[in-house]
């Protein structure tokens, strides 16, 4: 073996000498380490043993508290019951008291019946009865004299506030009145024009008219052209045809066709934007389309010379103040006062009254049940059951009764008058009568010696019928036949 080999060897045995020592230092640390880890689990399972005593002694303790409570409690109880049992036997020989003094009262009671009924010859039942209905009888007076003082009270507060609101609700909304024509005047720079209107043969003005559906009239006034029919829309239409067919010039019966389409289209815009407009400045949202269509259309219908949507808007600003001092619903008030009198402008005008026909329309664009009873409601064809209805009713002869919102004819609104008033007159039995809210209402005062009540209610229903055969109005006249009874005497 060489010196090389030795050395080697000699490294080998040293290498294994220091790992046999190394392995001694961390086998001998392991142990030290597992000594602690052990001694550290024995301190923590000791420590939870100790506390767990600790809730189960606390636990021993509330358990044997909640006993003793609960044997205090058991002897409180009992001697509570021995205390009741006690009680009870007593309240039932105070009841076997009472009931033997009860019977004794009883029988001096019926000694003293015996005695009264002999003194006074009267039985108990015949002093009863008597008492009993002198009782009733002023009870009965009092209460009639409480109930009336009540009612004239009420029924002046009542007329008191009802004139406020209808005043304020007056005064707070004033509204110009727009009195509409029959005929539009549409003013051309000269005669000259007029001529070209006409066209050869009155070719122009005979197109024009079948167009339009308005009659032309040129006649000898200075720079004026009358436009005559009793649609406003259709007078509107021919009006704005005839100003574009004078500006630009070209009249002949092709170019006016195309200029009435042309107008009618714009028209038809023009009604849409005044309804959206109109709702807009209303604050009232979510109609339907066709609904707000018919409001545009209201701007060229009147109403006996009245605009018929400045009418509208005017009842649905009256409703809105109305509803507010009743504390009711304003948006829907203001709802109605503008949608009761749609049923004016449909352009089929089916044969149904406006009030009807307008609730029919309500109904069917899914509008609140109180509006459409509000809309039908108006002039009493259907009975009231909102709130809102009469207000409706009430804002609508308001806007409509203001001097001068409506024309008439002075000597034919007073002859309809002394008509109505004359028709009254010839039934027999009537003494006088009165035509009262400008024709509004007819009050016929009859002779209570010639006619019963019931005669008076069949003379009612006469006289309207007759009215309603006989003579045109406006709007609906309510009949009241008016018969009393007077006894009069004299203390001298």
Do not use: W
Request: charged share 30%; proline share 2%.
């Amino acid at each position: 073996m060489n010196t090389k080999e030795q050395l080697a060897e000699q490294k080998a045995k040293a290498i294994v000498k220091d790992a046999e020592a190394d392995s001694e230092v961390i086998k001998k640390n392991k142990i030290l380490e597992a000594k602690e880890k052990f001694l550290q689990l024995k301190a923590e399972h000791e420590k939870s043993i100790l506390e767990k005593d600790k809730v189960i002694n606390a636990a021993e303790a509330r358990v044997k508290q909640k006993e003793a409570t609960v044997a205090q409690k058991l002897e409180q109880t009992t001697r509570k019951q021995q205390e009741y049992e006690t009680l009870q036997a007593n309240l039932k020989n105070q009841v076997q008291i009472m009931e033997a003094k009860k019977e004794e009262l009883a029988k001096l009671h019926q000694r003293q019946v015996e005695q009264l009924e002999k003194i006074s010859g009267l039985s108990v039942d015949q002093a009863k009865t008597q008492l009993v209905e002198a009782l009733k009888a002023e009870a009965k007076t009092e209460a009639m004299s409480y109930i009336k003082d009540i009612m004239e009270e009420v029924k002046l507060t009542a007329n008191k506030e009802s004139k406020r609101i209808v005043i304020q609700t007056i005064q707070r909304v004033a509204t110009e009145h727009a009195i509409e024509n029959a005929v539009t005047i549409f003013n051309i720079e000269n005669d000259e024009v007029k001529g070209r209107i006409i066209g050869r043969e009155g070719r122009n003005i005979r197109a024009l008219e079948a167009a339009t559906g308005v009659e032309i009239i040129v006649d000898d006034t200075p720079e004026t052209i009358i436009l005559s029919g009793f649609d406003p829309v259709r007078r509107e239409m021919a009006r704005l045809a005839l100003h574009q067919l004078v500006s630009d010039g070209r009249i002949h019966p092709a170019r006016i066709e195309e200029v009435v389409a042309k107008v009618k289209r714009q028209l038809e815009d023009e009604i849409v934007e005044v309804g959206k407009r109109t709702t807009i400045d209303l604050g009232i949202h979510g109609l339907a389309p066709e609904l707000i269509r018919m409001i545009g259309r209201m701007k060229y219908r009147s109403s006996y010379g009245q605009n018929l949507l400045q009418h509208s808007r005017e009842v649905a600003n009256l409703c809105a103040i109305m509803a507010a001092e009743l504390g009711l619903n304003v948006k829907l008030a203001k709802r109605a006062g503008l949608l009761h009198d749609i049923g004016k402008v449909p352009e089929d005008e089916p044969e149904l009254p406006h009030a009807i026909l307008g609730m029919k329309l309500a109904e069917k664009f899914k509008e609140n049940p109180e509006v459409c009873n509000a809309i039908g409601a108006h002039h009493d064809e259907i009975e009231m059951n909102s709130m809102i209805s009469p207000i409706v009713q009430v804002c609508d002869a308001i806007s409509g009764a203001r001097p001068g919102a409506r024309r008439e004819v002075v000597e034919s609104y007073i002859k309809r008058l002394k008509d109505m008033e004359a028709l009254a007159l010839s039934y027999p039995g009537v003494e006088k009568t009165f035509a009262i809210q400008a024709g509004r209402e007819l009050r016929v005062i009859v002779q209570s010696e010639k006619l019963t009540d019931k005669q008076a209610e069949v003379l009612s229903f006469d006289i309207a019928n007759k009215i309603q055969t006989e003579m045109t109005y406006p709007g609906q006249v309510k009949v009241t036949v008016i018969r009393e009874t007077r006894a009069v005497n004299y203390a001298k």
